[in-house]
């Protein structure tokens, strides 16, 4: 990655991901608790793509996440409208693995291209402000996925 901070802040954040869902069960992954939109597996779902679609261009540029993904784990999808079953948590967590490694191997040149703004008044002009960006979308998702893991507690006692 482009500097030290850059990977640190993203080890720093996918390694607390990791951590958090490392002992959940396929049926935790898909608790869903009252007042929230969605579940743990599409949390960790839509943060694989989100990060995908920031850094790799997916799903228009070629990626070894499936594209069938998008349509389970895009912004405006939800648990509630899938129509099949969604992908393993074992592997969601394969992928968040493999895009992990993608990342750290990406050459310096590469955060320093133009991209337009995904999303309309962000200030974003090249691909390291699309990671800052990347980096708080996790940091908020994880956070997530944290009080649904504590209320998976809490309705288990």
């Known amino acids: 990655m482009k500097t030290a ?3 640190n802040q993203f080890l720093l954040t996918r390694n607390k991901l990791k951590e958090v869902v490392n002992d ?5 992954a898909d608790f869903q608790p009252d007042g929230f ?3 743990v597996r599409w949390q960790l779902g839509h943060l694989l793509v989100s990060a995908e679609s920031f850094v790799f261009g997916y799903p228009k540029v070629g990626s070894p996440i499936p594209e069938l993904y998008a349509n389970f784990f895009k912004s405006g999808t939800a648990p509630s ?3 099949r079953s969604a992908p393993s948590l074992q592997e969601l967590k394969k992928h968040l ?6 990342m750290e191997d990406l050459p310096d ?7 337009s703004s995904p999303i309309p008044g962000l200030n974003i002009e090249d691909r390291e ?6 980096l708080h979308h996790e940091a908020m998702h994880l956070g997530q996925i944290q009080s649904i893991k504590r209320l998976i507690t ?3 006692r």
Do not use: A, C
């Open 81 to 83: 409208r899938w129509q």
């Open 5 to 7: 901070g850059m990977r």
């Open 129 to 134: 402000g699309l990671f800052h960006l990347l």
């Open 154 to 156: 809490v309705e288990s």
């Open 109 to 115: 040149e590469f955060w320093n291209e133009k991209v």
């Open 97 to 102: 693995e493999i895009q992990e490694k993608r």
């Open 37 to 39: 939109p969605n579940t």
């Open 24 to 28: 959940l069960s396929e049926t935790e």
